[in-house]
């Protein structure tokens, strides 16, 4: 165990090695006048969910220290969110039962926080939980001194004891005990404990340049994880991991199509995504993804959708549509973008955060489960598709009994129910039905949509109708990037209505707000939410050219700078200093279901770079990588999006410039070409946009330069601005791109 981790193990077993001698009595608690629940009136859907509980919670903030420190009682942290299955779980189990309650609030101030809304505050305590208990999840539960320290935490705690785990009543009448009979040592420990976590805090310091063997190195990680038989990287449970598959089309692309790494890189991104769109991981009748797949074949999801599993997977099926051609993967992203536009798409042109695992079997009853929206019966399916049902069974493997593999249904939710996988292709399924491809896959289409509004009079789904800053900039991304790739002019129209909504009413002052329900929230964005909205704005600027969408990402860019860049240390904070209550600044080093705040912004500054020209804006992104150099060289698989801007910054980039109307079909037919290649390390400019930005840096000053040659659209492929010969006939610029 690393010394770190054995500190902080040392500090938690405080709790579990006082006291086991004769209980002393705790010190009797002052009753606080106005004990109450006060979630009633937050505009977070989680919170409102605990609304109604017994438990006397309060949200973070300072009445709540106020009390602890006015009480001198400890602190019960819960964070969670609300689409989250174990946290509905438990609050049934335990905040839901007055007993549990009445402990809760005789000995503790009670606190409740959405992980969504403050990620600060839930990347701290899930530090410090990891660390300690070698895992993390969520609900998380910490104990607090009334300074915030933490000294005891974890993950869902069952009722009574059960799966090696306390209960949690059991475990309240602990923490009480010592509390109130030890409580000095407590205190000191926690502060040790603080104190260990802010040393961890900070990547470690690195000198020298990295070199391409990082590269390599999270290439060959990425090999040895690799499952070759059903892919992803893992055995179970599966997530999707878009940065990583992203990681290795980039790698594909540098190293060649025809080398072995290209081939191997390509080949494994492509059958992880391949096998994702044809398992249960994705909604066989609705489009979108669930969260994660709880076996290895992608068969049986956690049936949750998070708006930043959609807006990245799209993201990575575009990309491998681009390398490789595949037409599945078009359809993949297609999809996907039609089913955010359909379901998690606020009337005011932002995009809901997600939409629950667990939903009610029948209207009218209390009964729910997971996936209870989601899964089959063999008879329902015969019921509704008559004569074809036999057909459409063999295809989406859709058995009598069930289909759930074994072990990826522990608690028996499922027995009896289907969870629709495609298990047969095209050629395939025309066998089984005697017809020819294409009216067999319209058939199929047909029998989806039987399905689909016989599901849609089931009770659906709780849908997280909050609009994140952050995760809007990753689905702004999508549809700008959805629009470039496949042409359909909803997607550019879907990406323009978000940006426009979060700049009318989160951008105030110049600062972003995190989030906006029934009105802007009060927290202000952290770093993730200037990185990801920039992103999101100049794959939007190279989708339709408007120079409004560079210039305000120029804007964010200078605030998060200001508010979030480590100038002694490189790369961004995830939060800004000034708050009181967030007891250590944090850098996220570790790409994971979200990149790093520090890895987009770190492609950001790139392509600022290469769109200005600008070379402080070029060392910027260089110190940022550098900034988890050691982290790259130790675990290059745990940041694959900052591999991404590693690579980026050690291959010349390419821009490409095209003249002519936007309107006009042959300037529509280059643009094609651009946009149907796969060309990391490249930045798209229309000559007449650029003009209108080239008081921005020299670069796009160059560009609005270059003319349509003869009154015809022309492309301009150029390194540094050095250009090649200019072309205007479409194969003449796909040729010149493929050399």
């Not at 969910?49 to 973070?60: D, L, R």
């Not at 993201?315 to 955010?340: F, I, K, M, N, P």
């Not at 932002?350 to 939903?359: L, P, T, Y």
Request: glycine residues 8%; aromatic residues 10%; proline residues 6%.
């Amino acid at each position: 165990m690393p010394p770190l981790a054995s500190r902080l193990v040392a500090s938690a077993l405080v709790l579990l090695s006082t006291q086991r001698g004769a209980a002393q009595e705790a010190t009797p608690n002052v009753p606080f006048q106005g004990d109450r629940n006060l979630l009633a009136h937050e505009k977070s859907p989680y919170l409102v969910q605990h609304a109604t509980n017994p438990v006397h919670w309060m949200p973070w903030g300072e009445a709540a220290f106020e009390k602890a420190r006015t009480q001198n009682k400890p602190i019960f942290l819960s964070i969670g969110y609300s689409t989250c299955h174990w946290c509905h779980v438990m609050a049934h189990e335990s905040f839901e039962d007055e007993a549990t309650a009445a402990l809760l609030n005789q000995s503790f101030v009670c606190i409740k926080v959405d992980r969504e809304e403050r990620p600060d505050v839930d990347r701290l305590y899930m530090s410090y939980v990891q660390a300690t208990t070698g895992s993390g999840g969520w609900p998380m539960s910490v104990w607090l001194t009334p300074d915030l320290h933490p000294f005891f935490g974890g993950t869902y705690f069952p009722p009574a004891d059960r799966f090696n785990r306390p209960g949690f009543p059991s475990l309240l009448k602990r923490i009480t005990e010592a509390w109130g009979t030890d409580r000095p040592r407590i205190v000191e420990s926690a502060a040790a404990t603080l104190a260990s976590l802010a040393e961890s805090a900070q990547p470690p310091a690195r000198s020298g340049a990295l070199s391409g063997a990082v590269l390599e190195a999270g290439f060959q990680s990425l090999v040895q994880q690799y499952d070759a038989e059903h892919g992803g990287f893992a055995k179970a449970p599966k997530f999707p991991r878009p940065a990583t598959l992203s990681f290795l089309l980039q790698h594909a692309s540098l190293a060649g199509a025809q080398a072995q790494d290209g081939k191997i890189a390509a080949g494994m991104a492509l059958h992880t995504l391949r096998n994702m769109y044809l398992g249960g991981m994705h909604d066989q009748l609705g489009g979108g993804f669930h969260r994660y797949s709880v076996d290895r074949l992608w068969h049986v999801p956690h049936y949750e959708k998070m708006l930043y599993d959609q807006a990245q997977l799209v993201c990575a099926y575009l990309e491998a549509h681009q390398l490789t051609g595949d037409a599945l993967c078009a359809e993949a992203a297609r999809s996907t973008l039609d089913y955010v536009a359909r379901e998690m798409t606020d009337p005011t042109g932002g995009f809901h955060s997600a939409e629950d695992a667990d939903s009610l079997f029948a209207h009218g009853k209390p009964e729910h489960g997971e996936g209870a929206y989601y899964v089959w019966t063999s008879g329902e399916i015969d019921s509704l598709l008559g004569t074809h049902s036999t057909f459409f069974k063999q295809v989406y493997a859709v058995e009598p009994e069930g289909n759930s593999p074994a072990g990826s249904d522990p608690h028996g939710e499922l027995k009896g129910k289907n969870t629709l996988v495609r298990r047969r292709s095209p050629a395939e399924a025309a066998a089984i039905s005697a017809l020819e491809e294409t009216a067999s896959e319209a058939l199929l289409f047909n029998c989806r949509e039987k399905l689909l509004a016989a599901r849609a009079q089931r009770p659906h789904p709780h849908r997280d109708d909050k609009i994140l800053t952050a995760w809007n900039g990753l689905m702004i991304s999508a549809f700008a990037r959805g629009y470039a790739v496949l042409g359909q002019e909803a997607y550019l129209t879907a990406a323009r209505n978000a940006a426009l909504f979060v700049q009318s009413t989160l951008w105030k002052n110049d600062t972003l707000r995190r989030s906006y329900r029934k009105g802007p929230g009060e927290v202000p964005g952290f770093s993730e939410d200037y990185a990801f909205l920039i992103q999101g704005l100049l794959d939007l600027f190279e989708a339709d050219f408007q120079p409004q969408w560079l210039l305000w990402a120029l804007d964010l860019q200078r605030v998060q700078d200001r508010l979030f860049w480590d100038a002694s240390g490189g790369g961004y904070f995830s939060s800004a200093a000034g708050d009181a209550a967030v007891l250590i600044r944090m850098k996220e080093d570790h790409d994971g279901a979200e990149p790093a705040a520090s890895s987009v912004a770190a492609r950001n500054l790139q392509r600022f770079a290469e769109f200005t020209g600008r070379a402080d804006l070029r060392e910027r992104a260089s110190k940022t990588v550098q900034a988890f150099g050691a982290v790259l060289e130790r675990a290059p698989a745990a940041l694959p999006q900052m591999l991404q801007s590693l690579g980026g910054l050690q291959t010349p980039w390419r821009q490409i410039v095209i003249a002519g109307d936007l309107s006009a079909p042959d300037t529509r037919a280059l643009l094609a070409v651009v946009r149907r290649a796969h060309l990391p390390n490249t930045i798209l400019l229309h000559a007449g946009s650029a003009s209108r930005t080239k008081q921005l840096g020299e670069r796009l000053d160059a560009a609005s330069q270059m003319p349509a040659l003869g009154g015809r659209a022309t492309a301009y492929v150029c390194k540094d601005f050095t250009c090649q010969a200019p072309v205007c006939e479409p194969e003449a610029l796909e040729a010149l791109l493929k050399k």
